[in-house]
């Protein structure tokens, strides 16, 4: 099974930028594509940015051209630059992995962001 462990979440004002990380461990030959989701309180898990083995990107329209996805070299870990933030972006920021089979998705465990003055 896959393992996935995020950081780089905190407080930032608005206007300013984070840079998340997503470390994947276990069977990560396995995986097809990995993204980010968030869950502000009281709402559902909504996907923010995805990427496949192939590179192909997709963003929520709430973020696009503010945030980036990308695959590390290792290709086991997966970042998103979160530029312009907003306070409506304060949300836990769970890293995704996808793949075939029952064990699949994958969630992390969360890393908290917050965008307030």
């Known amino acids: 099974q896959v393992q996935l462990v995020e950081s780089g979440g905190g407080l930032v004002q608005p206007g300013g930028s984070l840079r998340l990380s997503c470390a994947a461990s276990?069977?990560?030959?396995?995986?097809?594509?990995m993204g980010w989701y968030r869950q502000a309180p009281g709402k559902q898990r909504e996907l923010v940015a995805a990427?496949?083995?192939?590179?192909?990107?997709n963003y929520a329209d709430s973020v696009a051209g503010r945030f980036s996805i990308s695959r590390g070299n290792a290709k086991n870990t997966v970042y998103l630059q979160m530029n312009s933030l907003k306070p409506e972006d304060t949300a836990v920021y769970y890293c995704?992995?996808?793949?075939?089979?029952?064990?699949?998705?994958?969630w992390g465990q969360g890393t908290q962001v917050t965008v307030s003055s």
């Open positions: 995704n992995a996808d793949g075939p089979g029952s064990n699949y998705p994958r």
């Open positions: 990427i496949n083995s192939g590179g192909s990107t």
């Open positions: 276990g069977s990560v030959f396995s995986i097809i594509a």
